[in-house]
């Protein structure tokens, strides 16, 4: 992964980290959680071979880019924002959107809102949504999933705090790799439902959470539990976001 460039962009004081590579139409990769820029570098380098430029972003709080001043605050109408000034620093008239889990929120929001900045939207784990509660019923998901568990504020915070980063990160994968939703029992947390000794998927290495690891030391949580999941349940209309 050596030929991909880190540059970083000023958007309202934040330095946001942006890995690039390739020449050519551009193609932006927004992450889910626990994700970061790292997690699509593999599809970087095969975008870059087949003639594209690839630009993968860590949002606000996320990886190598900075924390927002009050994280709990942040909205995915940041994630909207952050991503326009991403591609007018860049001078990228036109792109096209490949969002992923949470990513599939600003791809969509972003397209609804400026069309003409975009060439195509390719979602993956998620269709579409809309924001606010009606978007989720909760009545829909099971007692003690982990969606429901982590956006109760301070809930996953004292869960994750017993554990250093590496095994929140570790556990995480290892439960959404699973073919059952992760539902934690009443008197269960979500990081108990793994095994200590379970083994990292077959397609995450010791050196993929290393990495994961490293960047979650340095941005925390405070912003990825905000979003998505507890600014999932906002309710704005796309008239509101204009």
Same mark, same amino acid.
């Given at each position: 992964?050596?030929?991909?460039?880190?540059?970083?962009?000023?958007?309202? &004081?934040?330095?946001?980290?942006?890995?690039?590579? &390739?020449?050519?139409?551009?193609?932006?990769?927004?992450?889910?959680?626990?994700?970061?820029?790292?997690?699509?570098?593999?599809?970087?380098?095969?975008?870059?071979?087949?003639?594209?430029?690839? !630009?993968?972003?860590?949002?606000?709080?996320?990886?190598?880019?900075?924390?927002?001043?009050?994280?709990?605050?942040?909205?995915?109408?940041?994630?909207?924002?952050?991503?326009?000034?991403?591609?007018?620093?860049?001078?990228?008239?036109?792109?096209?959107? !490949?969002?992923?889990?949470?990513?599939?929120?600003?791809?969509?929001?972003?397209?609804?809102?400026?069309? &003409?900045?975009?060439?195509?939207?390719?979602?993956?784990?998620?269709?579409?949504?809309?924001? &606010?509660?009606?978007?989720?019923?909760?009545? #829909? #998901?099971?007692?003690?999933?982990?969606?429901?568990?982590?956006?109760?504020?301070?809930?996953?915070?004292?869960?994750?705090?017993?554990?250093?980063?590496?095994?929140? !990160?570790?556990?995480?994968?290892? #439960?959404?790799?699973?073919?059952?939703?992760?539902?934690?029992?009443?008197?269960?947390?979500?990081?108990?439902?793994?095994?200590?000794?379970?083994?990292?998927?077959?397609?995450?290495?010791?050196?993929?959470?290393?990495?994961?690891?490293?960047?979650?030391?340095?941005?925390?949580?405070?912003?990825?539990?905000?979003?998505?999941?507890?600014?999932?349940?906002?309710?704005?209309?796309?008239?509101?976001?204009?």
């Amino acid at each position: 992964m050596e030929n991909i460039q880190h540059k970083y962009v000023d958007v309202k &004081g934040l330095k946001l980290h942006v890995a690039e590579i &390739g020449t050519g139409p551009a193609v932006v990769f927004l992450h889910g959680f626990p994700e970061i820029w790292y997690s699509c570098r593999h599809q970087m380098v095969a975008v870059a071979g087949a003639g594209f430029r690839a !630009i993968a972003p860590d949002y606000r709080g996320y990886g190598l880019s900075d924390q927002p001043p009050e994280p709990e605050k942040t909205t995915f109408r940041d994630l909207v924002d952050d991503l326009l000034a991403i591609l007018d620093s860049f001078g990228i008239s036109k792109a096209f959107l !490949i969002g992923k889990d949470l990513g599939i929120r600003p791809a969509y929001h972003f397209a609804l809102l400026y069309p &003409g900045r975009v060439s195509g939207v390719i979602t993956l784990g998620v269709p579409f949504l809309l924001t &606010g509660p009606e978007a989720f019923p909760r009545e #829909l #998901l099971p007692k003690g999933f982990y969606m429901l568990r982590w956006q109760e504020p301070g809930r996953a915070e004292k869960d994750f705090g017993r554990f250093d980063v590496k095994t929140v !990160i570790k556990n995480i994968y290892i #439960l959404f790799s699973g073919s059952e939703l992760p539902a934690a029992r009443e008197d269960q947390e979500i990081m108990d439902m793994v095994d200590p000794s379970t083994p990292l998927p077959p397609w995450f290495s010791e050196e993929d959470l290393n990495n994961y690891a490293a960047l979650y030391e340095k941005s925390g949580f405070r912003t990825a539990l905000q979003v998505p999941y507890r600014a999932w349940l906002e309710d704005y209309g796309i008239s509101d976001l204009k």
